[in-house]
């Protein structure tokens, strides 16, 4: 248990739906990370947030956004859902911005139909 | 060309072998991990490294910064090492991590 909980584990939306993943660090840790993983693509790095501010971005679509609050926990909002966005999210947390160690959570499986 | 290659993509090995994994890279680094994922999905972080070498158990990654080169090694395998072993990179001070495609370890009893 690498400490990091996401939720839900499963989602099943239609396409043009939207969605939220929630993402809790581990305790201490103010850095989240969100990451795709498609199977053509394999993992991507989206989206980096370190103590509520972003603080870097990579192939993340227009149609999703992400914020993190006050208590260091993270929503990942997909929206105009399509068939490519179908892929297991993962978010991982870090006690730093830099070269730390990072703790992957167990991933949410978003199918969508 | 992506920016990390791992070789191979697939490995089957049958119990007690020794195992190598490579991983080879374009960009600048700070830092390698090697991951691991097993079939239920989850992500475990094995090794990070900046240089050298690190061994934790029957597991031994190294790095060659000059080769822009990395092997993880696995000793005595056990089915239960079945898993994708994924290497990533991490770039100057950004934390975010750019990934290999991993590669597949079947070990048979």
């Known amino acids: 248990d690498s400490g990091v909980t996401q939720t839900p584990k499963h989602l099943i939306t239609a396409t043009g739906q939207r969605v939220t993943l929630r993402c809790s660090p581990r305790?201490?840790?103010?850095?989240v990370y969100w990451y795709q993983q498609s199977l053509d693509q394999g993992l991507q790095f989206l989206i980096q947030y370190y103590n509520g501010e972003e603080r870097a971005k990579g192939n993340i679509l227009e149609r999703f956004s992400a914020q993190q609050f006050p208590d260091l926990h993270s929503e990942l909002n997909l929206s105009s859902l399509e068939l490519g966005d179908s892929a297991l999210y993962f978010c991982?947390?870090?006690?730093?911005?830099?070269?730390?160690?990072?703790?992957f959570g167990p991933g949410t499986r978003l199918t969508v139909t | 060309k992506n920016e990390v290659e791992q070789s191979p993509q697939n490995l089957t090995a049958q119990e007690g072998e020794f195992i190598t994994i490579n991983c080879s890279y374009s960009?600048?680094?700070?830092?390698l991990h090697w991951l691991q994922q097993h079939p239920g999905g989850g992500i475990v972080s094995l090794f990070m490294?900046?240089?050298g070498k690190k061994k934790h158990g029957r597991l031994i990654a190294t790095i060659n910064i000059q080769e822009k080169h990395s092997s993880l090694h696995i000793t005595a395998s056990h089915p239960r090492d079945s898993a994708v072993y994924i290497c990533?990179?991490?770039?100057?001070?950004?934390?975010?991590?750019?990934f290999g495609k991993g590669t597949k370890l079947s070990v048979k009893p």
């Open positions: 991982a947390s870090s006690v730093g911005q830099g070269a730390y160690e990072q703790y």
């Open positions: 490294l900046s240089s």
């Open positions: 960009v600048g680094i700070s830092a």
């Open positions: 990533a990179v991490r770039r100057g001070s950004q934390g975010n991590l750019i």
């Open positions: 305790s201490g840790d103010l850095s």
